[in-house]
């Protein structure tokens, strides 16, 4: 599992728009995966998937951030989970610190 901004580096802009995008890589079955959005330990987002593939395939979930100076220096990452019943496999995504002039 990986986290990245879409088609920008460095320090971001107070409020202006960013994608962060979370990749999950090697993932079946996928009708099972939730990829759920964390900033600091706050849940911002989650999306579930309805590929009902049983072939291991790539994943990609977008969130849409509009940070202010407020951010600077928060933690953003993203967490796969696979919600198989009594077992729930989880994976997360190293921290992405944000920087906001």
């Known amino acids: 599992v990986s ?12 409020g202006e728009q960013y994608e962060l995008q ?3 890589y090697n993932v079946a079955p996928v ?34 951030i509009r940070p202010d100076r407020a951010d600077d220096g928060a933690q953003y990452r993203c967490e796969a989970e696979l919600n198989l019943g009594e077992v729930n496999p989880t994976e997360s995504s190293g ?6 002039l």
């Not at 998937?49 to 979930?61: G, M, Y």
């Not at 921290?95 to 906001?100: A, D, F, I, K, R």
Request: hydrophobic residues 35%; contains cysteine.
């Open 22 to 24: 979370c990749n999950v």
């Open 3 to 14: 986290i990245s901004i879409v088609n920008h580096s460095g320090p971001m802009m107070e």
């Open 31 to 64: 009708q099972y995966l939730t990829v759920k959005w964390y900033k600091e330990q706050t849940l911002l987002s989650q999306t579930t998937f309805t590929d009902t593939s049983i072939t291991p395939v790539n994943e990609t979930a977008t969130l849409l």
């Open 95 to 100: 921290p992405l610190n944000v920087e906001v």
